[in-house]
């Protein structure tokens, strides 16, 4: 039986939970088309414009005095229950209507990342809303945050995005696997910890979830990582009017792309980059990089990136 690790783009997940709920609707039929055809999928996801929601309206609330602050780790937290939680909904009813016998699980995912990672002293993911220059210094004064001007749009704050090292709990994935569970895992990148004399700890950071999910495909010897996102094809020239979207490429030809600059840095490099980090450690595997709205078509060999060696 083949198996496949599908990661899902928080920003396709769309802006509100009742587009979420509609939009993953859809992807559980796709989903569960794959379970029909006899492939064991693990799912993970995305959580950026999510967790943002949450940690704004808290710290809302906190501001107005009308509840307590809350850590970036917990909020974290907060958006695996919340997407996973509308995964679940959405998956277990297309299985029963499809009186496919399979239970679905969430689980809160922790993700250690070194202390001593470059990522902690460059904080270089934007989080949450944009400041004018004179609320940004105030809360850096008050609290201690880094912001960073964002495209001419205002200030944002801005958190570190360490690597994954080590999936806290891959032993309880893999038993439920091996129970026939279908597993969402891994949200958001997973809830970044360090470990500390021995404990973990939470820390304010935004693991990349696309290599956190190369990661776990890789630690569960997959045969595919899909990666779902917003566009139906990786682009060379994007935006241009040689724009070209490319279809069965080589991992030479991905790394010629990078040294290129060929991909943006905050939305499509990092999942090349987790697609050939997946690749080098399984070289008989394969990367298939699509829109969520897509995934039949792309399945079926008509539309997305397929990456091999």
């Given at each position: ?46 959580n950026g414009p999510q967790v943002g929601s949450i ?96 495209s001419g749009r205002g200030y944002r704050r801005v ?133 969520l709205a897509d995934l039949d078509a792309a399945l ?10």
């Open positions: 039986m083949s198996k496949i690790v599908v990661a899902l783009g928080g920003n396709a997940l769309g802006q509100s939970p009742k587009e979420q709920l509609k939009l993953l609707k859809s992807t559980a039929k796709a989903l569960v088309g794959l379970i029909n055809k006899g492939y064991e999928i693990v799912i993970s996801h995305g940690n704004l309206g808290l710290n809302y609330a906190a501001e107005h005095e009308q509840g307590p602050l809350f850590p970036f780790p917990e909020c974290g937290a907060m958006s695996q229950a919340y997407i996973g939680y509308q995964m679940q909904e959405s998956l277990l009813n297309e299985l029963h209507a499809l009186d496919i016998n399979k239970e679905v699980v969430t689980l809160v995912t922790q993700v250690e990342v070194a202390r001593d990672d470059p990522a902690f002293q460059r904080p270089t993911k934007p989080i949450g809303l944009f400041y004018t220059k004179e609320q940004a210094d105030k809360t850096i004064q008050e609290k201690g945050y880094t912001f960073v001007e964002d958190v570190p995005s360490p690597q994954p090292i080590n999936i806290v709990e891959l032993d309880s994935i893999e038993t439920l696997i091996k129970h026939g569970t279908l597993v969402i895992a891994a949200g958001g990148g997973g809830i970044p910890v360090v470990k500390e004399q021995g404990s973990y700890k939470g820390v304010d950071a935004v693991i990349d979830k696309d290599k956190t999910s190369a990661l776990l495909a890789d630690h569960l010897q997959s045969d595919q990582l899909i990666i779902l996102t917003a566009v139906d094809y990786v682009y060379i020239n994007y935006g241009k009017d040689n724009q070209e979207g490319l279809g069965n490429v080589t991992v030479d030809e991905m790394k010629q792309h990078i040294a290129d600059n060929q991909f943006a840095k905050g939305s499509m490099l990092p999942k090349i980059e987790a697609a050939l980090q997946f690749l080098e450690k399984n070289p008989k595997g394969s990367v298939l990089i699509t829109s079926d060999g008509k539309i997305g990136t397929l990456i091999k060696n």
